[in-house]
């Protein structure tokens, strides 16, 4: 059974600070979305990643994939306010449409 | 502008009840889908669509049934046998396999 699971759940920090949101998942896959949820509303895409190796940078954002890790990195540079909601990664089940998700990481950047 | 429609935002179900979850998409997206979300949780996919007359059960479909008559639609029902049925429902398209999913705003359901 693939499992993807994100660390923390929960991470208040600083305007200014860098921090990282780490997505494992259990078994091969080479396609990994992030998604942004802001409180009570729908899903935005942020990325999408798909070979080993891949990097993708927006604003503050930048996401990365070591699929030999089974590992994904959303690192955040000098956060801003605006940049606080939840944070999901969705990892691709043998290329069948579905994703299995994160639980998400809740983000609350403190001005 | 394109995007997906999801309607009602919110909606209360009886015991016994049957109720329909709307989605309309104008993306012209061939693969649609139907997400559930329980607080603190992620996503779990209930049913998908890849084309028009064709769906996939998902990891939770027991007491949900969906249709796929037209390609923009992809309506969601939550039967009786959905014996635990609050929840955020979520909405999404996507244009192909390794395409990012767009999502509709969510309907909240709860039991009166």
Redesign the interface.
């Known amino acids: 059974e693939l499992k993807v699971e994100q660390n923390p759940l929960f991470l208040s920090m600083q305007e200014g600070k860098n921090y990282t949101i780490y997505c494992n998942y259990s078994t091969t896959s080479d396609r990994l979305y992030w998604y942004r949820q802001d409180p009570g509303k729908s899903l935005e895409s942020l990325f999408v990643l798909l070979s080993n190796g891949a990097v993708k940078q927006e604003g503050r954002l930048m996401a990365s994939l070591d699929t030999k890790a089974r590992l994904s990195t959303l690192h955040i540079t000098a956060a801003v306010h605006d940049l606080s909601a939840t944070y999901f990664c969705a990892v691709d089940v043998d290329s069948n449409y579905q994703l299995i998700w994160g639980a998400g990481t809740k983000l609350i950047i403190k001005p | 502008d394109g995007g997906i429609t999801q309607s009602p935002k919110y909606l209360f179900r009886k015991e016994g009840q049957n109720v329909t979850l709307s989605c309309e998409q104008n993306l012209n997206h061939d693969?649609m889908?139907w997400y559930r979300q329980d607080p603190?949780?992620?996503?779990?996919?209930i049913y998908?669509s890849?084309i028009v007359n064709d769906f996939?059960k998902?990891?939770i479909a027991e007491g949900y049934s969906v249709s796929r008559e037209k390609k923009e639609s992809f309506p969601l029902t939550v039967t009786s046998a959905q014996k635990n049925p609050t929840a955020f429902y979520?909405c999404?398209s996507s244009r192909g396999?390794?395409?990012?999913?767009?999502?509709?705003?969510?309907t909240r359901l709860s039991i009166l």
Do not use: E, K, N, S
Not at chain 2, 97 to 106: A, K, L
């Open positions: 693969a889908y603190g949780q992620g996503l779990r996919l998908y890849q996939q998902g990891d979520l999404a396999q390794v395409w990012p999913q767009h999502f509709g705003d969510g």
